[in-house]
């Protein structure tokens, strides 16, 4: 598609595709003529719950609710959580260790991400399970863009949750996320529940699948390419450059939406106001005009500008904590389980999702 029709409109659902890095990088950054703003008005979609979250808000409400939470996310801010995700790593490691097999998705990969955003929202440790369950729901929904009746209990259920929790942390409020955001104020207003309930939902989705996704993905690739791991245990330094280069090679976010503001052009073509676009990082991050070799994985390749988590304003709030996350669950993995290979015969599945990238499995 880069090559034939880079910007490709699909009569069918009406939306426009976009493959090629530059136009991504310019759909992904020009808030004034691509929007984020989606959001439909039928509360059963679960996108209501992101109606009013950072993710579908332009500016200037843009940056004033992120200025709220970016303390939490700087890069000192996250390594202060390091020794915390060592300690989770090497307890989840000691099962996996002891019995030689696993599934590296469902035993580590999976549950990592869980907790540690678990922690720093301050969700109780024992409802951390259906936490995980909503989010694959919601990751579920992006397979067709359509809600159906789990869609919607979810919905239903996560609200009345966050609600019941918000409520709590404002009678007690605590050292985490949500205590700080319920009692954070913009011009002297606190944030409208539609605001704060779309923090909670994005917090959750956020930073659940995607980092699973990418230390996923970095396990398939260091086993997938021979001699990977020999390097990665004797040059360790390498390691934060093979992350970044699994990141262009398999992002996990494959996709984002935006709508135009106004008649524009991308390219050579034509986009009326209000179409739909969807922005194909995955296609960018393979693009041949900024990559060499663009389908080979190389953890030689250093300064890698992917657009795997995005560009501009909307540059994802927690790269930082994802990239450490994966760094020290990949180091502890290779130096734990020397001769990592995957199950002779695995049967490798991948999530049904246009947006998510990454597999259901990892038997290793
Ligand atoms: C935004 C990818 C992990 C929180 C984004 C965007 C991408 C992305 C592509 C841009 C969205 C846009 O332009 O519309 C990823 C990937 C991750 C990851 C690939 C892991 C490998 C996380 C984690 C958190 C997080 C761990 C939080 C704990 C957010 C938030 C935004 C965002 C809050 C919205 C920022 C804004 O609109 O200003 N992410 N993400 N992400 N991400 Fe991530």
Redesign the pocket.
């Known amino acids: 598609m880069r090559e034939a029709a880079p910007v490709f409109h699909d009569e069918q659902s009406g939306s426009w595709h976009v493959f090629r890095y530059d136009d991504v990088q310019q759909v992904?950054s020009d808030h004034a003529r691509f929007s984020?703003r989606l959001g439909g008005n039928d509360p059963s979609e679960t996108g209501q719950l992101f109606a009013s979250?950072?993710?579908t808000?332009d500016p200037p409400r843009?940056r004033q609710l992120?200025s709220l939470?970016t303390q939490a996310?700087t890069p000192k801010a996250v390594d202060a959580l390091a020794p915390r995700i060592s300690q989770l790593t090497e307890e989840l490691l000691d099962g996996i260790a002891s019995r030689g097999t696993a599934d590296l998705i469902q035993e580590l990969a999976y549950p990592l991400?869980v907790i540690v955003?678990s922690e720093?929202l301050g969700i109780p440790a024992q409802d951390r399970d259906l936490f995980k369950q909503w989010s694959d729901v919601i990751v579920s929904q992006t397979r067709t863009g359509t809600t159906n009746e789990n869609h919607y209990l979810t919905n239903k259920e996560m609200t009345e949750y966050f609600l019941d929790l918000i409520e709590q942390r404002r009678h007690q409020p605590g050292q985490d996320l949500i205590s700080n955001l319920q009692s954070a104020e913009i011009d002297g207003q606190k944030l409208s529940v539609a605001e704060l309930l779309g923090f909670c939902a994005?917090?959750l989705v956020?930073?659940n699948e995607?980092?699973t996704?990418?230390i996923g993905n970095a396990v398939l690739c260091f086993t997938e390419v021979p001699g990977t791991i020999d390097r990665l245990l004797t040059e360790q330094s390498l390691l934060p450059q093979a992350i970044e280069e699994v990141?262009r090679f398999r992002?996990?976010?494959q996709s984002?939406?935006?709508v135009t503001v106004a008649d524009t052009t991308l390219g050579e073509v034509q986009i009326p106001a209000g179409a739909p676009l969807v922005a194909w990082?995955g296609s960018a991050n393979r693009d041949e005009r900024q990559f060499q070799r663009p389908t080979q994985f190389d953890i030689d390749r250093s300064q890698i500008r992917h657009?795997?988590?995005?560009?501009?304003?909307?540059?994802?709030?927690?790269?930082p904590?994802?990239?450490l996350?994966?760094k020290i669950a990949l180091e502890a993995t290779l130096s734990r389980l020397p001769g990592l290979t995957l199950a002779p015969g695995a049967h490798l599945e991948r999530m049904e999702s246009t947006i998510i990238y990454g597999l259901k499995t990892l038997p290793a």
């Open positions: 992904l984020s979250s950072l993710i808000t843009h992120r939470v996310f991400p955003i720093l994005l917090l956020a930073g995607t980092t996704n990418l990141l992002s996990p976010v984002m939406y935006r990082i657009l795997a988590f995005g560009h501009g304003i909307h540059f994802c709030l927690g790269a904590l994802a990239k996350e994966a």
